[in-house]
């Protein structure tokens, strides 16, 4: 499956941007894997919060009935 790629623009530090320019840095590969990077924490702490009751929850479960099967654990 190969992804659908899009122009945009976007305005850099000058330095930062001359440095990786010298470096030979893919700058659209760099924005594109910082950005992943980023989609990937936000969903990370919406999923926290979206589930933060449930985990809760469980938690409590747990502190009251024991892991299940727990009698069966050898560690």
Request: charged share 30%; glycine share 6%.
């Amino acid at each position: 499956m190969t992804a659908t790629r899009r122009a945009t623009s976007m305005t850099l530090d000058a330095a930062l941007l001359d440095e990786a320019r010298a470096l030979g840095v893919d700058l659209s590969r760099a924005a594109e894997e910082g950005i992943l990077a980023q989609v990937r924490a936000a969903r990370a702490r919406r999923w926290k919060e979206e589930n933060a009751a449930d985990v809760a929850a469980y938690n409590r479960w747990i502190e009251e009935n024991g892991v299940p099967f727990g009698s069966y654990r050898k560690f």
